[in-house]
């Protein structure tokens, strides 16, 4: 069965720094990966996707994600934290399937201080 | 494009109660739907998967009567709590996939409905 690990249930960063969010998948197949942003009380917004390709992988708002199938890992990362970026965020894994949903890490609280 | 509606948005109702939410993919065809229930500061967990015009298949653990989820068209689910009670109190997501077409391999989240229960 697929799984997601997020080791990191809170981070605190200050404004500027830069950013590294862990992920790693357990999964039989070629996974497709997603990292998601919640703010509170609010839905999902998607940062970015790998499905194929290229193993580096753009996002909006400066993100970025490794795809590292040595380590099943696919790391979140940004150079310079805004406080706006302060956030639930969750790594998910999925399947080129219809009928099989995505299943996602616990998350990873951000906290920006000045 | 690919955007997924849910209404409401939050809704509060007396123990006992029955509530419905829908979820509505606005401008794609959504052949499977899943909902999913998030707890304060928990990730989501999968309720049921739906398919469009066949029964939902749900997870271990979610009471089927107490969760009813039609997926009567390629465009609309709807999930009622029956009976509901504060414990049922939770924010629920929907999240809508097209199978078929260009949009295979993604699925697309709606905004989340806040149910609380007095």
């Known amino acids: 069965a697929q799984s997601v690990t997020q080791p990191d249930i809170h981070i605190t960063v200050s404004e500027g720094a830069s950013l590294e969010l862990r992920c790693n998948y357990s999964y039989g197949a070629t996974p497709y990966l997603f990292w998601y942003v919640q703010s509170p009380g609010q839905g999902l917004q998607l940062l970015l996707k790998?499905?194929?390709?290229?193993?580096l992988v753009q996002g909006i708002k400066g993100f970025e994600a490794e795809f590292k199938r040595s380590q099943s890992s696919f790391n979140l990362r940004k150079p310079s934290v805004h406080w706006s970026d302060a956030a639930e965020y969750f790594c998910a894994v999925g399947a080129n399937s219809g009928n099989t949903p995505l299943v996602f890490g616990k998350g990873t609280r951000l906290s920006v201080i000045a | 494009g690919a955007v997924v509606s849910q209404h409401p948005s939050w809704v509060i109702c007396k123990s006992g109660t029955s509530v419905k939410i829908e979820c509505r993919s606005l401008d794609f065809q959504a052949t499977t739907m899943f909902w999913y229930r998030q707890f304060p500061k928990q990730s989501l967990m999968l309720m049921a998967t739906s398919n469009e015009g066949s029964k939902a298949t749900y997870e271990q653990g979610v009471e089927k009567d107490k969760f009813l989820i039609n997926h009567a068209s390629l465009t609309l689910s709807t999930l009622t709590v029956t009976s509901a009670h504060p414990e049922d109190s939770s924010f629920y997501i929907c999240?809508?996939?097209?199978?078929?077409?260009?949009?295979?391999?993604?699925?697309?989240f709606g905004p989340g409905t806040r149910l609380t229960v007095l």
């Open positions: 999240s809508a996939r097209d199978y078929r077409g260009f949009l295979y391999n993604e699925q697309f």
């Open positions: 790998y499905f194929s390709g290229d193993t």
